[in-house]
């Protein structure tokens, strides 16, 4: 079964910078591209951006309106994809989900979902 | 705004059929595949349908998708309380960037 477990949320200032983590198992984490999903408090979802696995590249791509601030890394020695966001914004507030991308259902899908882990961005 | 337009809400009484609707462009839903999610508030999301119209192992055939163009569409039938969530269409953008639907909350009267 495979389990994703998110980590690192909490509050942080504005202007501070965060690094969440998703822990994998039930997986071959080295073949699997990762994504992160987050929602705003009562909004929908948004698409932050993705890896690919090492085999594939190990490349990124981010939502335009991430570009800059978000970074998603892998260590598969670890099984964990990583979010880190800099110069946080009130407006990043919300509950962030690590995911799959196309691991068993078809290219593209987010199959697979963690719980996610809320992040709290005040003064 | 959301890149994919769909119905804030929707509902049913239960036995019914409800439908979904999922509007895009030639650039995502119109050249590339559509995707559901099933959210309750609280709960990790779950893959309703992926490729357009296939259900994961354990999806109920009571859900059931088609797209046509630029446009998407759910349908569940045989609606059941357990049905009530926020269900989200999503596709690719130019294959590179992810886009989902701004979420239709289902009511079950």
């Known amino acids: 079964e495979v389990q994703l477990v998110e980590s690192g949320g909490g509050m942080e200032k504005p202007g501070g910078s965060l690094r969440l983590s998703c822990a994998a198992s039930?997986?071959?984490?080295?073949?699997?591209?990762m994504s992160w999903v987050r929602q705003a408090p009562g909004k929908g979802l948004e698409w932050v951006g993705r890896i690919r696995s090492k085999t594939d590249g190990g490349t990124t791509d981010y939502a335009a309106p991430m570009k800059g601030r978000f970074t998603i890394s892998r260590d598969d020695s670890r099984n964990t994809v990583f979010l880190q966001v800099n110069s946080l914004k009130t407006e990043d507030t919300g509950a962030y989900f690590c995911?799959?991308?196309?691991?068993?259902?078809?290219?593209?899908?987010?199959?697979?979902w963690g719980q996610g882990i809320l992040v709290t961005v005040s003064s | 705004q959301s890149v994919l337009t769909q119905p804030p809400s929707a509902s049913g009484t239960p036995g019914q059929r409800v439908i979904i609707t999922c509007s895009g462009s030639?650039?995502?839903?119109?050249?590339?595949?559509v995707y559901w999610y099933q959210h309750l508030p609280g709960t990790a999301p779950k893959l309703l349908i992926y490729r357009d119209n296939e259900r994961p192992s354990g999806v109920p055939d009571r859900f059931s998708a088609s797209k046509s163009g630029t446009s998407a569409s759910l349908a569940i039938s045989g609606l059941r309380s357990e049905d009530e969530a926020d269900y989200y269409c999503?596709?690719?953008?130019?294959?590179?960037?992810?886009?989902f639907g701004g979420g239709t909350k289902l009511t079950v009267l």
């Open positions: 039930g997986l071959t984490f080295r073949n699997a591209w």
């Open positions: 030639r650039s995502n839903i119109g050249s590339d595949y």
């Open positions: 995911t799959t991308v196309g691991y068993k259902y078809g290219f593209g899908s987010f199959d697979f």
């Open positions: 999503a596709a690719w953008d130019g294959s590179l960037s992810g886009v």
